[in-house]
Nanobody, 126 residues
Framework: QVQLVESGGGLVQAGGSLRLSCAAS????????MGWFRQAPGKEREFVVG????????VYADSVKGRFTISRDNAKNSVYLQMNSLKPDDTAVYYC???????????????????WGQGTQVTVSS
């Protein structure tokens, strides 16, 4: 079992920045690829960004490329999401997830993630 706890959400004006954190506990953090997903009201959950277990490979949704940056610190059992140039369309609940992929590679597919956090709300005002 892996427990994931997100933090860092909040209310920010358009153009502002937020940094989300996800703290993991339980099994060995570095065994898992990590990802961030989000779900806006009335919409399906969507992939935002993923990172492989070593942290050297990432994949981003087109909607956040150039604005969001994922990173991880395996020594601290944590993954981070730096969000810059935020837009009202970024408003959503953001979820951290862990995937035990075969080679530790990152993935954008929600069904490949084994563990999920409870989510943190991000609201961007116009």
């Amino acid at each position: 079992q892996v427990q994931l706890v997100e933090s860092g959400g909040g209310l920010v004006q358009a153009g502002g920045s937020l940094r989300l954190s996800c703290a993991a506990s339980g099994r060995t953090f570095s065994d898992y690829a990590m990802g961030w997903f989000r779900q806006a009201p009335g919409k399906e959950r969507e992939f935002v960004v993923g990172i492989n277990r070593s942290g050297v490979s990432t994949v981003y949704a087109d909607s956040v490329k150039g604005r969001f940056t994922i990173s991880r610190d395996n020594a601290k059992n944590s993954v981070y999401l730096q969000m810059n140039s935020l837009k009202p369309d970024d408003t959503a609940v953001y979820y951290c997830a862990a995937a035990e992929t075969r080679f530790g590679q990152t993935t954008r597919w929600a069904h490949e993630y084994n563990y999920w956090g409870q989510g943190t709300q991000v609201t961007v005002s116009s």
